[in-house]
């Protein structure tokens, strides 16, 4: 990786893949104190698949927020745990489609210089219905992007 990144955003899904491409991530910005966004969407296309209620409610919104909430902070303060700045490492939850969330909305937002990715794993099925996030940014992203396997 160069050195001149400034802020670097890795996406998770708490697939092994994505988590093994975090804490890559993290040893990296930590070593040469960089800014790291932490995203997690929740893929509002995959919560409405198969359901008779293609819109949550705001209260299912909540909970579902709430409990990813905790995951991301324990994630965070093991993160802190490890050595890195508190003022280093942001986390984020967004809801929608992760495809545009980290393409258009995120990195408008943010303008983060990189994007670390783990390795898809996705069944067949599950890339036909939604497609490839892994496929969506490599094509759409603004910015270098690093697959980790």
């Not at 993290?26 to 929740?42: A, E, G, K």
């Not at 995959?46 to 409610?57: C, I, K, N, W, Y």
């Not at 965070?76 to 258009?104: A, N, T, W």
Request: charged share 20%; net charge negative.
């Amino acid at each position: 990786m160069s050195n001149n990144y400034q802020r670097i955003l890795c996406p998770i899904s708490w697939s092994d893949n994505s988590m093994n491409a975090l804490k890559e991530t993290v040893n990296y910005t930590r070593n040469h104190n960089i800014q790291l966004d932490i995203l997690y969407v929740i893929d509002s296309t995959l919560l409405a698949f198969g359901s008779f209620q293609p819109v949550m409610s705001p209260q299912q919104q909540k909970e579902l927020a709430e409990t990813y909430e905790k995951k991301m902070t324990n994630l965070i303060q093991k993160i802190l745990d490890e050595g890195s700045s508190m003022y280093q490492v942001h986390s984020h939850i967004r809801f929608g489609d992760p495809r545009k969330v980290i393409c258009e909305n995120f990195l408008e937002e943010y303008r983060n210089d990189l994007i670390v990715l783990g390795q898809p794993h996705l069944n067949h099925l599950h890339r036909a219905l939604t497609g490839s996030v892994y496929t969506y940014v490599s094509k759409y992203a603004s910015c270098d992007i690093l697959t980790i396997h």
